[in-house]
């Protein structure tokens, strides 16, 4: 028995393969996340293919994404949140981060993925990247309460 690649802690043969197979459908958008993910690790191109929106598969380069999943070591995957993408909905979307190592460099792939329903079964629609938060970084003023909690001015504590 070997564990499922998509992190649900589940069996592999339970989880994501009924799906990758084509045995069990996904029933919602996560499902299909977890399924693609585990594709990219087993390198189940076909599914990989086939589960894309047959309207965005124009220009897929089968031997190129066989070949890349191939040569990545797939670290893990963690799902950030989804919105819709429930058994009952049309549309669904899943911000995941994929981390892998390409050439021995760590990578993080985080993706806001889009997803449809097409005559009941679900497919891939279009992703857009997810840019990294800014740093923020709050100034403290010399008049303003020390940060260490003293209770003095900052400028007659820490900022001496």
């Not at 800014?134 to 403290?140: A, E, F, N, S």
Request: with cysteine; proline share 4%; hydrophobic share 25%.
């Amino acid at each position: 028995m070997t564990s499922c690649p998509c992190g649900s802690t589940k069996n592999y043969s339970d989880c994501c393969e009924p799906t990758i197979k084509g045995t069990l459908p996904a029933e919602t958008a996560e499902q299909l996340m977890r399924a693609r993910y585990s594709a990219y690790t087993k390198t189940e191109m076909d599914f990989v293919f086939n589960s894309t929106d047959p309207a965005n598969r124009e220009g897929y380069d089968h031997d190129g994404t066989r070949a890349w999943a191939e040569n990545s070591e797939w670290l893990g995957l963690e799902i950030i949140g989804s919105k819709k993408g429930n058994k009952d909905d049309a549309t669904g979307e899943v911000e995941f981060i994929a981390r892998f190592k390409e050439n021995g460099t760590l990578r993080e792939h985080h993706e806001n993925a889009i997803f449809k329903k097409i005559e009941g079964i679900w497919y891939f629609s279009d992703g857009v990247m997810v840019k990294p938060k800014p740093i923020t970084v709050t100034k403290t003023g010399r008049n303003d309460p020390c940060h260490c909690g003293s209770g003095q001015k900052y400028k007659k504590c820490c900022g001496k």
